[in-house]
């Protein structure tokens, strides 16, 4: 279990990852995801978490140059989007990304969603297909670590069949009244590390009275706890606020820790706060329209 936030995870291939990342899910390109970005960084953030479908990638890069800290000092993570997917787009896509941030690799790319069989019969072939062009970017050094988001164990268990390098990530909705114990036990059982989007869930779940009650046993805010809930199984939250003194106090998870007792029963709240978004429901055109 990571100590401090300093602390890192290490994937299957021995890249070592912040164990704390910066997410900018929903962060409006522009002014402001370049200042929240520029600000995570100065407050100690050196993992930070973006997508093409963001919209912001271009914001996120100009938040990391103006930081002024060195690029091999931070671990810089994007996706990949739906509308890009088969070996070649996948290419160009990894390219377009990088011009968009203004760097010359990435330390983490993500497939953003799986093609599902709900979309189209031959969904295997082009989930292959598509981390065929993974893995030529990560062989030529344009990325330094590959994975998946939103992957559920047969997706997974398709595409070990048919690759050459197995997923190093599987970043999914994770946070207490969401757990997704399948998910994260397949996971860890095949050596993937477990990234989680959205750990503070949503409004519902910082508004619990149930879980302010254990928060506040240890002197936290639920958000804290959210976040500790998260590093106490042994998954990377990647929590977003565009306020300086939230994006702070989501660093200040290191000085308490949540019984097993309190764990236990975190673990078995009912659900909570799930933004709704199951993979094989293809909710991607509904989040990103």
Aim: proline share 4%; with cysteine; charged share 25%.
């Amino acid at each position: 279990m990571f100590e401090k936030f300093t602390d890192t995870a290490v994937v299957s291939n021995g890249v070592k990852m912040p164990c704390i990342g910066y997410g900018t899910w929903q962060t409006p390109d522009g002014e402001t995801a370049k200042n929240c970005v520029k600000t995570a960084i100065e407050l100690g953030y050196r993992h930070i978490d973006t997508a093409a479908a963001y919209g912001n990638e271009a914001s996120v890069g100009e938040g990391i140059r103006e930081s002024g800290v060195k690029r091999d000092e931070l671990f810089i993570a994007t996706k990949h989007w739906i509308s890009e997917r088969g070996y070649e787009k996948t290419i160009k896509a990894v390219e377009d990304s990088l011009t968009r941030l203004g760097l010359d690799y990435l330390d983490l790319y993500l497939i953003h969603w799986p093609m599902v069989q709900k979309i189209n019969e031959n969904w295997e072939e082009i989930n292959a297909d598509t981390w065929r062009g993974f893995e030529k970017m990560y062989k030529d050094g344009k990325i330094r670590a590959i994975g998946v988001s939103n992957f559920l164990p047969h997706h997974l268990e398709s595409l070990k069949k048919n690759s050459t390098i197995a997923p190093m990530v599987n970043q999914i909705e994770f946070h207490p009244g969401y757990s997704q114990k399948e998910v994260v036990d397949y996971c860890k059982k095949e050596g993937i590390l477990v990234q989680a989007w959205s750990p503070l869930g949503s409004g519902a779940v910082l508004k619990d009275e149930f879980l302010a009650g254990i928060a506040a046993k240890y002197n936290k805010s639920v958000a804290q706890l959210c976040i500790r809930y998260a590093i106490q199984n042994d998954i990377v939250p990647l929590p977003k606020s565009t306020n300086a003194e939230r994006i702070a106090d989501n660093m200040k998870v290191f000085d308490f820790s949540i019984s097993a007792e309190d764990m236990e029963k975190i673990a078995n709240m009912d659900v909570l706060g799930y933004s709704g978004f199951y993979p094989d429901d293809a909710p991607a055109d509904v989040l990103y329209g």
